[in-house]
């Protein structure tokens, strides 16, 4: 069983940056695929990054490429997500999720199956 607990959401404005973090418990292994989602009132969820614990190459959906890093200190059991030059389209609740790898860690094509509670990210123009 993995428990996550997400922090570091708040308010900017337009073109400013904020870091997110997530303490992840119970991990016990390198199999697992750590990630990113957020969701907007009256939109579906969409996944945001996602990395494997091991550190093969992260997934980015294409609006935040080039703007969001997402990164990872084991040592801590620690995942981040630096979030650069922010916009109010990114304006959501954020969640760390987690699952064992099986193949890769896409969060495009794999279900996450361990949640945290959410950190609310709000941008204002």
């Known amino acids: 069983q993995v428990h996550l607990e997400e922090s570091g959401g708040g308010s900017v404005q337009a073109g400013g940056s904020l870091t997110l973090s997530c303490v992840a418990s119970?991990?016990?292994?390198?199999?697992?695929?750590m990630g990113w989602f957020r969701q907007a009132p009256g939109k579906e969820r969409e996944a945001v990054a996602a990395i494997w614990r091991l550190g093969d190459t992260p997934y980015y959906t294409d609006s935040v490429k080039g703007r969001f890093i997402i990164s990872q200190d084991n040592a801590k059991n620690t995942l981040y997500l630096q979030m650069n030059k922010l916009r109010p389209g990114d304006t959501a609740m954020y969640y760390c999720a987690a699952r064992h790898r099986s193949a890769s860690c896409s969060p495009f094509s794999y279900q996450y199956n361990y949640w945290g509670q959410g950190t609310q990210v709000t941008v204002s123009s």
């Open positions: 119970e991990v016990t292994d390198n199999s697992v695929c």
